[in-house]
């Protein structure tokens, strides 16, 4: 019976799966991107095929899984490499169709009756009602005005006497915080005019800004110039050179890494912040080893006890999420209210400018980062020290060696081959370690020198995330372009680091 | 071992003792600080290890109880704490069921079935591995800001597509499974074949329960990755009652409004589950550690 009913429901789950997603690419072909509509149809189709096909029975397993990494994972780094040959950024944010259609949905009020106006509640929404002066009323569909975007609506012609509308009236001061969203409404009335809002109490009657010529150039119909899309620099331009916003997304080859690598005002605050990345994370494992291995040492030795207890103290910090430990480091190093600086005042008198100084800041950083790290390395050492043999350490203790000499010419010789490419791969970790960076000090104190948006604690990546999110150029390309070149030296690092751990393992053979 | 033990050795056990006592203090002083902080009065007063007064205003805050202050005035929560902390563990644990299944399937099939492309496969997913998502943000930015377009359900400032995008990175776990998968014998489901099972039933009714262990391990791995991720979440979400903690956490501490006190309350809150869940799975953690995932 089990049997029989996963019969019927298979293939109808698969055919009712099928056309919904073939519903969908429909939808997104209307929405005018035909490219994206492509790549869901071929995945649609790959899907089909996987799943009804008995040769890629073993595929089945496999194709929501390795779907989601590709397009979550594989995906955006292949598109990283593609935004950071484009001008993509707050200015320049739109596609080439959409800009010319934003000009060519643009209005300019015309001389012409204007029309009163007034709000009217609705429930949770709102209806605009307009008033002709020779009498005729005109009122929308309810609206919900939550944010101020462009939107066009139709007014449908009303008897003057309509009394639920005249009842819910808004005043004033309601009013007023519906401004902007009702800025950018557009209402088109039965006779094709359209009005949009010239005073508080007023609709006044609009054109279309811009005609469209054959030879895909605007004329602006109120003065007359005319505006061509200048597909170098991704504006729509006047004659006389003007770029009018909004822009829109073209390629524009290497320009950004141009900037990077030439402009002075890119390349000065690149490479300060490329070395100050390279010894962050340097010293960051430089550190974290250091203390990892004396305390491994320490808990693999057999005479000392509550090495239990020892052990999990000591990997505390590294079981604490790190969001909360590095905030929490943020307040105690807090320059007028934080604990380390009373302590340091009651002691020595002294308050040092944690977040101001740069290098102090920088201090701090390796500091908090040493405290997050080391339980890590310490994990790890202890591991390859116990895979030491102990007659070696039997062999030196009859030759009379101290503690000391068994550490630097037993110990650290020996781990030090297996540990290489994990010490590589923590540089490559802290050489992006955005979150301490971006919790901590935010890449502050900011040069004062260079008019990008840049830290003397910045690292590359926090550099990057600055210029995409938090500059108020939004320079989504240049962001990308950069985070292009980090990938690469992750790459080069992940090279090395392979070829070691393949050296490792021959050897061990 | 050295069978004749003189007398420096025993000094050198105590002295190994001390600085391990004193390293250990020095490391959980910070822990030691915030508890303090929590339980003494007010947001910005630089107070003493025991504070002499103890207040819970702070523990009020944090759990969403509004108190009267000194001056007669209600002071009431000024961010969701207990909200954030479950959209956390609401969008953690989503996107470790749905990573778990995806990743469960695929290690079935790379551990047991042979196919074109296998050995590809699975070294392009510890490739893919190596480069972290902190370089893409602007790509998976502007990815979900077209999804968003479609299918707002899973746009930006929305939990459905944070879940989405923790969703895709499971080469790890795919990787730890299948490890585990091929230590368990294959005859046992050759047998269950034999009997007539087709491979589904084999691996949803033979191999899946004997590997419970392993898929719970990789559950809290990615439960935990799902909690403490920060640069994702700071990109897609944006509304504060949408935030995840390790986003909003952040804003107990702007310069503006400095909310020392009622931070250390928070972070206690929310920092002790997920630091027991932690060291509970650690046991098993470790040796995924040492396969090649970092931290610090």
């Known amino acids: 019976m089990r049997r029989n009913l996963g019969r019927v429901w298979q293939p109808l789950l698969a055919v009712i799966s099928a056309l919904f997603g073939l519903y969908m690419v429909m939808k997104i072909y209307v929405a005018g991107q035909p490219s994206l509509a492509l790549g869901c149809m071929a995945v649609l189709g790959i899907g089909i095929y996987v799943y009804t096909s008995g040769r890629a029975y073993a595929y089945r397993y496999l194709f929501p899984g390795m779907l989601a990494a590709a397009v979550f994972v594989l995906l955006p780094l292949i598109y990283t490499f593609a935004i950071g040959f484009t001008n993509y950024s707050s200015k320049n944010l739109l596609s080439y169709e959409r800009a010319r259609q934003y000009f060519l949905e643009e209005t300019y009020q015309v001389e012409g009756d204007s029309y009163a106006f007034s709000l009217h509640d609705d429930g949770n929404a709102y209806r605009i009602r307009l008033e002709r002066p020779d009498g005729k009323v005109f009122a929308t569909a309810p609206l919900a005005l939550k944010k101020p975007e462009p939107l066009t609506v139709e007014a449908k012609e009303l008897a003057k006497t309509d009394a639920a509308l005249s009842a819910t009236e808004l005043q004033t001061p309601q009013l007023v915080p519906l401004l902007p969203a009702l800025k950018k409404v557009t209402v088109t009335l039965p006779d094709t005019q359209q009005a949009t809002l010239s005073g508080l109490r007023e609709f006044a009657p609009v054109r279309l800004l811009y005609k469209a010529n054959a030879d895909g150039s605007l004329t602006n119909q109120q003065d007359g110039t005319v505006i061509r899309a200048d597909q170098q620099t991704g504006f729509f331009t006047k004659a006389n050179g003007e770029a009018l916003q909004p822009g829109f997304k073209v390629g524009v080859g290497f320009d950004n890494y141009k900037r990077i690598f030439t402009e002075p005002t890119f390349r000065e605050p690149f490479i300060r912040i490329f070395i100050w990345t390279v010894a962050f994370a340097g010293l960051t494992v430089v550190f974290t080893f250091a203390v990892g291995v004396v305390l491994a040492v320490l808990l693999n030795w057999e005479a000392l006890r509550f090495r239990a207890f020892y052990r999990v103290m000591l990997f505390l910090p590294y079981a604490v999420p790190g969001f909360i430990s590095i905030l929490v480091f943020k307040g105690l190093f807090s320059e007028n209210s934080g604990e380390i600086n009373a302590m340091l005042k009651a002691l020595f008198g002294i308050s040092p400018h944690w977040f101001s100084d740069p290098w102090l800041a920088r201090s701090m950083l390796l500091i908090v980062n040493t405290w997050l790290g080391y339980p890590y390395m310490m994990v790890l050492c202890m591991g390859l020290i116990k895979a030491i043999p102990s007659d070696l350490y039997e062999a030196s203790a009859i030759a009379g060696a101290g503690p000391l000499t068994n550490f630097f010419k037993i110990t650290l010789p020996l781990i030090a081959k297996p540990i290489t490419p994990l010490l590589i791969s923590a540089f490559a970790f802290n050489f992006n370690n955005f979150v301490l960076i971006a919790l901590l000090t935010g890449g502050r104190p900011d040069f004062i020198d260079t008019t990008v948006p840049a830290g003397e604690t910045d690292l590359l990546v926090s550099y990057t995330y600055r210029i995409a999110f938090e500059d108020s150029g939004q320079q989504f390309g240049l962001a990308a372009a950069i985070s292009t070149v980090i990938f690469i030296m992750v790459a080069i690092l992940s090279i090395v680091n392979l070829r070691l751990t393949k050296v490792n393992q021959q050897e061990a053979r | ?296």
Not at chain 2, 149 to 159: E, M, Q
Not at chain 2, 162 to 174: D, E, P, R
């Open chain 2, 1 to 296: 071992m050295a069978v004749v033990l003189d007398k420096s050795h025993r000094w050198r056990v105590i002295a190994a003792h001390v600085f391990l006592l004193a390293f250990i203090a020095a490391i959980i002083f910070p822990f030691l600080m915030i508890i303090s902080i929590s339980l003494r009065p007010g947001n910005y007063a630089v107070g003493e290890l025991i504070p002499s007064e103890i207040s819970l205003e702070h523990w009020k805050l944090a759990l969403g109880i509004s108190y009267q202050g000194l001056d007669g005035q209600l002071v009431e929560p000024q961010f969701p704490v207990l909200l954030w902390l479950w959209n956390s563990i609401k969008i953690a644990a989503m996107s470790a069921a749905i990573g778990l299944l995806l990743s469960t399937t695929c290690a079935y099939a790379f551990a047991r079935m042979q196919f074109k492309g296998k050995r590809m496969m699975m070294n392009s997913l510890l490739l893919m591995q190596m480069f972290p998502s902190v370089l893409a943000l602007v790509a998976i930015y502007a990815i979900f800001d077209r999804i968003g377009s479609h299918v707002p359900a899973l746009g930006i400032d929305t939990h459905g597509g944070l879940v989405l995008a923790y969703t895709g990175g499971i080469a790890l776990h795919i990787w730890t499974i299948k490890g585990y998968f091929d230590t368990i014998p294959v005859e046992i489901e050759e047998a269950a074949k034999v009997d007539g099972a087709t491979p589904f039933q084999a691996f949803r009714y033979v191999l899946l329960p004997m590997a419970l262990p392993i898929l719970m391990v990789v559950f809290l791995l990615a439960f935990i990755q799902g909690i403490i991720e920060y640069p994702i979440a700071s990109v897609l979400l944006h509304e504060k009652d949408n935030l995840t903690l390790a986003v909003g956490a952040k804003q107990f501490l702007y310069p503006q409004h400095y909310r020392w006190g009622d931070f250390a309350a928070a972070a206690i809150l929310s920092g002790l589950p997920i630091t027991a869940v932690f060291l509970l799975a650690q046991k098993w953690m470790i040796s995924g550690l040492t396969a090649g995932g970092v931290k610090g």
